[in-house]
C-alpha cells in the first residue's frame, strides 16, 4: 500500500523560506503526476502545484508563480516544494499527492494517494 509523508514545514517570518518534502513508499510513484495542496482553517483544500511524470511541465495557482517551484526526484520517490518570499497568508496545512493521470490535475478528487500532511505557519 503507497504511504505518503510529509516533511519540512515549520514556522518561518514573511520572507522567508521553506522546502517542504514528501516521500512515498510501498509502490513505484515514477509515472504519477504529483502535486500540492494546501488548507487553511476554515477553507478549502486548494490547488498549488503539481508536476508531471518526468518532470515534463509543471503548474502552479497564479499567486505562488515566481515564489515556489516543485520539482522531484524518482530515483527517491519524493516531491519537493521550495516555497521562497513567503506571505501570512501561504499558512496553511501542506498535503501532497499523487495522481494516475494528467488530466485536471486541479483537482483534488483527480488524486489517488495522499499524505497527512504538514503545518506552515507564516508570521507578519
Known amino acids: 500500500q503507497v504511504q505518503m509523508v510529509e516533511s519540512g514545514g515549520g514556522l518561518v517570518q514573511a520572507g522567508g523560506s521553506l522546502n517542504l518534502s514528501c516521500t512515498a513508499t510501498g509502490g513505484d510513484l515514477s509515472n504519477f503526476v504529483m502535486g500540492w495542496f494546501r488548507q487553511a482553517p476554515l477553507n478549502m483544500r486548494i490547488f498549488v502545484a503539481a508536476i508531471t511524470a518526468n518532470g515534463r511541465s509543471t503548474h502552479y495557482i497564479d499567486s505562488v508563480k515566481g515564489r515556489f517551484t516543485i520539482s522531484r526526484d524518482d530515483a527517491k520517490n519524493t516531491v519537493f516544494l521550495q516555497m521562497n518570499n513567503l506571505k501570512p497568508e501561504d499558512t496553511a496545512v501542506y498535503s501532497c499527492?499523487?495522481?494516475?493521470?494528467?488530466?485536471?490535475?486541479?483537482?483534488?478528487?483527480?488524486?489517488?494517494?495522499w499524505g497527512q500532511g504538514t503545518q506552515v505557519t507564516v508570521s507578519s
Open positions: 499527492a499523487a495522481a494516475r493521470y494528467n488530466d485536471y490535475i486541479r483537482r483534488a478528487r483527480e488524486y489517488e494517494y
